[in-house]
């Protein structure tokens, strides 16, 4: 089964996301699915379902104050030249607040090491993945109109283990 943990966010964001993602709609461009909108902590792959009780008991150990995020601005990676991913941003709230995000990461990556996961090979950059571009294209007006959005804040209290299963129709997630 293929996972990932993340964490959410509020329904009140996703629903501000969309409306900016009206925008992307084409058929150049595959949206993610507001109801799938979410932070990626650290993307497991292809696990063996023997492995789930290992993972879950490696989560349960990770404790953390609330963090409050606010979702800011849109852009792209790698860049506007070669575009595979557009993001809506994510700032802290207030100044401890994206330290205490990293290190939430820096606990599930050390967990997920020590159970032979893979360590990722880029330094965590939150951020929430709205769509993917099938083909080049042009988003310069886009990025220009929602540089600053404020789409909203949310808090986080808690992490998820993820199934993700893929279809002709797009992923289908499922809380494990």
């Known amino acids: 089964m293929r996972l990932f943990i993340a964490v959410e966010i509020s329904n009140e964001v996703r629903e501000k996301i969309s409306e900016v993602q009206?925008?992307?709609?084409c058929d150049?461009?595959?949206?993610?699915?507001?109801?799938?909108?979410h932070i990626t902590l650290k993307f497991l792959g292809e696990v063996d379902e023997s492995k789930l009780d290992?993972?879950?008991t490696a989560l349960s150990y990770i404790t953390f104050q609330p963090i409050h995020l606010k979702c800011k601005g849109v852009g792209v990676f790698p860049n506007e030249n070669f575009i595979r991913v557009i993001w809506a941003g994510v700032e802290g709230v207030s100044e401890g607040d994206m330290p205490r995000l990293k290190a939430l990461a820096d606990q599930v990556e050390?967990?997920?090491?020590?159970?032979?996961?893979?360590?990722?090979?880029?330094?965590?950059?939150?951020?929430?993945?709205?769509?993917?571009p099938k083909e080049q294209v042009d988003l310069s007006e886009f990025l220009k109109k929602y540089k600053n959005n404020n789409f909203g804040s949310f808090r986080v209290d808690n992490i998820k283990l993820k199934k993700s299963t893929l279809t002709p129709k797009g992923p289908i997630y499922e809380d494990i």
């Not at 009206?22 to 709609?25: A, E, I, M, R, S």
């Open 28 to 37: 150049e461009i595959k949206v993610v699915h507001p109801e799938l909108i």
């Open 110 to 132: 050390k967990h997920m090491v020590a159970l032979r996961f893979e360590k990722n090979e880029h330094n965590f950059s939150p951020h929430i993945t709205i769509g993917r």
């Open 54 to 56: 290992e993972i879950k």
């Open 22 to 25: 009206k925008y992307l709609l």
